[in-house]
């Protein structure tokens, strides 16, 4: 289905098949399935298309990614559950960030991490817990979150993994900060990726949490999967 989908946007677009930047004419969706045909597009055209298919608002500056394109060789086919993780990817592959205004009201705006923006979009980064960090540890978005330590000093913690984390994101704007907030907690900031990679070590450094918390975290899961399951039968009702 997904080839025969692909062959039919092709053959309707053929700016797309020759792999020139478009306005975005070549990506289709319906109520549940983004997608994107191989060829170059006009970095625009994909904040429009993440904004229609996910019914966003997301604000932008035109002349911050004035010329920019982005080249895919194979066909993206997305959901509702990974659009979001692959838009941030590919925004950030050309330095931009997906940063969530209002999320209640569907505001997010895409910001040049190298802009005027940039470091206050690291600095003012949402607040997430830990499992909803882990929930997504690939997504590359600016994130804040604090990690409970069990059984190590969090200034031995953060000294013992700082050497690894020096260097990640490339540059100071988009870089990872970790400050002790007392004996048993951390605070990270910085993309989620990056994030996620830093509690990996950590959680390594201090050693497994007590049976209890390590019970709870599977039970949590599974009732914020129910969750979301509800609100999405409750919006398709509707």
């Known amino acids: 289905l997904c080839s025969m989908f692909a062959a039919t946007v092709l053959a309707q677009d053929p700016v797309a098949e020759e792999g020139k930047p478009h306005a975005g004419p070549g990506i289709q969706h319906d109520a549940t399935t983004l997608l994107l045909p191989p060829g ?54 050309r330095g931009f ?22 470091r206050t979009a690291m600095q003012t980064a949402p607040v997430r817990s830990v499992t909803e960090v882990l929930e997504q540890p690939h997504l590359k978005q600016p994130v804040t979150t604090s990690v409970t330590l069990h059984h190590v000093d969090g200034v031995v913690c953060q000294n013992a993994i700082r050497p690894f984390i020096a260097a990640v994101g490339g540059n100071s704007t988009a870089g990872l900060t970790i400050n002790s907030m007392g004996p048993r907690s951390l605070l990270l900031q910085g993309m989620q990726h990056d994030v996620a990679r830093a509690i990996a ?23 914020q999967k129910q969750i979301r399951e509800l609100q999405k039968q409750l919006k398709e009702l509707r």
Not at 67 to 84: N, Y
Not at 99 to 111: D, M, S
Not at 201 to 223: N, T
Request: aromatic letters at 8%; glycine letters at 8%.
């Open 201 to 223: 070590m950590i959680r390594e450094v201090d050693g497994p949490p007590p049976q209890e918390v390590v019970d709870a975290e599977p039970r949590l899961k599974k009732l």
């Open 97 to 118: 960030v997906l940063v969530p205004q209002n999320p209640h009201q569907n505001l997010y705006e895409v910001i040049a991490l190298g802009g005027a923006k940039g």
């Open 40 to 93: 170059s597009y006009e970095f625009g055209s994909l904040i429009d298309a993440g904004a229609e298919f996910l019914e966003w608002n997301i604000l932008s500056n035109p002349k911050e990614y004035q010329g920019v394109t982005v080249a895919l060789q194979k066909t993206m086919q997305l959901d509702k559950d990974t659009v979001e993780e692959a838009l941030c990817e590919l925004f950030f592959s």
